[in-house]
């Protein structure tokens, strides 16, 4: 993405020096002009998640006119918090500014799309990365190699075009794709992490895996009864 004027800083309230906070209340000028340049940037992500939604849309409505079975079952969006932003490239010792965050942080947009069956995922994973003006630039398969927790999900991150009045800006989105069981795992899974705020303990992680692979196995069940009665029509 290219956007002028990227340095200005983004970094949250609470953690500007008493001098900057000082010299923003004194130089309203600057505050505004941040806050712009920064809601400009914002708006391009939100314009690809909309890009994305667009065409799992058209998908979505190709297989029900077709009479086919849809893979899609929901798609969720999101774009990250100033905060969570800040946080992350302060975690990764990164510039806390507008710069950094375009370069270096590529789930700003983010999509998930929830599929009924793991060959769903595989499926429309396909037919996206099909389409001329998508380009993918990573992918990390968690079906086919787990996190050590029992995470699994599909994660892509393309690249898709914004097309602006005056320009044409190439934005990052990171696309998961993941079963409802999968969903149902890590959304719980990062709901207990989330509320939890020492370490998990051992115990507990292991009983976190052992339900992940539980419903990794009921994954495959559901599967195999559903491709067991389409082979019955």
């Known amino acids: 993405m290219n956007i ?9 309230d609470r953690e ?13 000028d600057n ?7 920064f809601q400009q940037i ?14 799992l849309d058209i998908l979505n409505k190709e297989n029900k006119v077709s009479g086919r079975r849809n893979p899609i079952e929901t798609v969720k969006s999101r774009v990250k918090s100033p905060q969570s932003i800040a946080g992350k490239l302060e975690k990764r010792n990164l510039p806390v500014t507008f710069e950094s965050m ?4 590529h789930d700003i ?9 793991i060959s769903d995922i595989y499926s ?11 380009t993918l630039l990573e992918e990390k398969d968690y079906i086919k190699n787990p996190k050590e927790s029992g995470y699994r999900s599909l994660h892509l991150v393309i690249e898709v075009p914004v097309y602006l009045s005056q320009a044409t800006h190439n934005v990052k989105v990171e696309i998961q794709l993941r079963t409802i069981a999968m969903d149902f795992w890590a959304c719980l899974e990062h709901e207990l992490h989330y509320k939890t705020n020492t370490n998990v303990p051992e115990s507990v992680r292991r009983e976190l895996f052992r339900v992940a692979e539980t419903i990794a196995m009921t994954d495959r069940e559901m599967e195999e009864i559903a491709i067991e009665l389409q082979n019955l029509d």
């Open 109 to 117: 947009a983010g999509v998930r799309v929830i599929c009924p069956y």
């Open 31 to 37: 505050f505004y002009k941040m806050a712009f340049e």
């Open 16 to 28: 500007l020096p008493i001098a900057v906070k000082q010299d923003l209340l004194s130089s309203p």
């Open 124 to 134: 429309v994973r396909d037919m996206l990365l099909k389409q001329p003006d998508i």
């Open 42 to 55: 914002m708006m391009v992500y939100e314009s690809a998640i909309k890009q994305i939604e667009t065409k």
């Open 4 to 12: 002028d004027a990227l340095a200005y800083e983004a970094v949250p």
């Open 102 to 105: 375009v370069e270096n942080l």
